[in-house]
């Protein structure tokens, strides 16, 4: 069974510069995460999707940060303008269900200079 | 905020030795989850626990749930420096909404 995907792996960019995410889960899997990692905590959730729609996006910086998720299978997720703060490793998962086992994807480290 | 909180913070045991790892939370919840992380795997899941389950096990890894303390132990028996991670414990809201939240880990070393 294929794993979740992300890409890219590592991304350095300028402060105000904008960046984009992708993530494919598992198939068949209906439930996806975005999560904020940084060094030393524990991942932060950003937004979960159910299908292609939004479960819960409590703590997206929504002034910067948007997420989509076309047709329940892929999601993207961007930010624009970046800010020194949003260095960190920004993980994707997705799992059967909502509450069930996630299977989280390698990450993407971002670091903004 | 953190829903989840890991204690301690950091372990430093020798191989063949027992861990344990707590986690505290605040309220009422669905399921409770336990992860490892590691540079070599990333996150990994180890053991889910519903709130109506008290122990549950996986090889040498036990997770007990007390929901009227609201918190939970996993125990790693006859570590191996393989299990060298940080372990978080994620866990969701009672409801219908499963949004999970992790804790903040602890680090555990185990020394060869």
């Known amino acids: 069974e294929a794993g979740v995907a992300q890409s890219p792996r590592y991304k350095i960019i300028e402060k105000r510069q904008s960046v984009a995410f992708w993530c494919n889960p598992i198939?068949?899997?209906?439930?996806l995460y975005w999560y904020q990692q940084i060094l030393g905590q524990g991942p932060k959730l950003l937004i979960q999707?159910?299908?292609?729609?939004?479960?819960?996006d409590s703590q997206l910086p929504k002034d910067r940060f948007s997420a989509e998720r076309l047709k329940g299978v892929d999601s993207t997720l961007k930010i624009q303008p970046a800010k020194l703060e949003d260095s960190a490793v920004y993980l994707c998962?997705?799992?059967?269900?909502?509450?069930?086992?996630?299977?989280f994807g390698p990450g993407t480290r971002l670091t903004v200079t | 905020s953190q829903q989840g909180e890991e204690d301690p913070q950091a372990l430093s045991i020798q191989e063949g030795e027992n861990a344990t790892m707590n986690c505290s939370y605040k309220?009422?919840?669905?399921?409770l989850q336990w992860y490892r992380q590691n540079s070599g795997r990333g996150l990994v899941h180890l053991i889910l626990?519903?709130?109506?389950?008290r122990e549950k096990h996986s090889g040498r890894l036990r997770v007990t749930l007390d929901t009227s303390k609201k918190s939970s132990s996993l125990l790693i028996t006859a570590s191996r420096a393989a299990d060298t991670a940080s372990y978080f414990c994620?866990?969701?809201?009672?409801?219908?909404?499963?949004?999970?939240?992790f804790g903040r880990g602890t680090s555990l070393i185990v020394h060869p």
């Open positions: 626990i519903r709130s109506n389950e």
């Open positions: 998962a997705s799992s059967l269900e909502a509450g069930g086992e996630q299977y």
């Open positions: 198939s068949g899997h209906a439930t």
């Open positions: 309220t009422s919840i669905n399921n």
């Open positions: 999707f159910q299908n292609n729609g939004v479960v819960d």
């Open positions: 994620a866990t969701d809201a009672s409801g219908g909404s499963y949004i999970p939240t």
